[in-house]
T-cell receptor, first 113, second 113 residues
Framework: EAQVTQNPRYLITVTGKKLTVTCSQN?????MSWYRQDPGLGLRQIYY???????DKGDVPEGYKVSRKEKRNFPLILESPSPNQTSLYFC????????????FGPGTRLTVT | DQQVKQNSPSLSVQEGRISILNCDYT??????FLWYKKYPAEGPTFLIS?????DKNEDGRFTVFLNKSAKHLSLHIVPSQPGDSAVYFC????????????FGTGTRLTIIP
């Protein structure tokens, strides 16, 4: 089944404790992206990757890191999480090549206390 | 600065009637538009799209209308069904070769049986 998976689905952590949210897709997609969803703000892009070893900042990249060592994986790293990073996070992928429809993972709800 | 705006946070419609969801944008460089549907505890799923060379695109019960001069698009659902109850996000992209999507804040649609 074609899908985007994220782990963990739920995470409660404390300020400053490094964490990684994994994202994997099995569709051989070129493009991958991370979003956060906050009430009243919709979905905002954090980082995106056009291909392996090619990443770039989205609209709200502060406090986040990403890497794209393999085509299928695009982990989101919070080196020193803060309470304002409490949010619902979505990973997405698309074939690229000007195909705009993105496929989303199920989401990761992160709470930083 | 919110470049894609959905001014109605919520909308209630009787089953069988037409649902109309609206979206306005400010960036004149946007030339491809999409609608996503999101159920609770799931990621957004692609619904329908339209490029700026068209003013209408239809897929079954869903029709998207684009008015470029007014920088406005709308999603019509006819007839509305209970399974249509979800949050709907409008999204836009700047050019055909750019996969970056800018999302609106979403409209929660509730279909009343």
């Amino acid at each position: 089944e074609a899908q985007v998976t994220q782990n963990p689905r739920y995470l409660i952590t404390v300020t400053g404790k490094k964490l990684t949210v994994t994202c994997s897709q099995n569709m051989n997609h070129e493009y991958m992206s991370w979003y956060r969803q906050d009430p009243g703000l919709g979905l905002r892009q954090i980082y995106y990757s056009m291909n392996v070893e090619v990443t770039d900042k989205g609209d709200v990249p502060e406090g986040y890191k990403v890497s794209r060592k393999e085509k299928r994986n695009f982990p989101l790293i919070l080196e020193s999480p803060s309470p304002n990073q409490t949010s619902l996070y979505f990973c997405a992928s698309s074939p690229g090549l000007a195909i705009h429809e993105q496929y989303f993972g199920p989401g990761t709800r992160l709470t930083v206390t | 600065d919110q470049q894609v705006k959905q001014n109605s946070p919520s909308l209630s419609v009787q089953e069988g009637r037409i649902s109309i969801l609206n979206c306005d944008y400010t960036n004149s460089m946007f030339d491809y538009f999409l609608w996503y549907k999101k159920y609770p505890a799931e990621g957004p799923t692609f619904l329908i799209s339209i490029s700026s060379i068209k003013d209408k695109n239809e897929d079954g019960r869903f029709t998207v209308f684009l008015n470029k001069s007014a920088k406005h698009l709308s999603l019509h659902i006819v007839p509305s069904q209970p399974g249509d109850s979800a949050v709907y996000f409008c999204a836009a992209s700047e050019d055909f070769g750019n996969e970056k999507l800018t999302f609106g804040t979403g409209t929660r649609l509730t279909i009343i049986p």
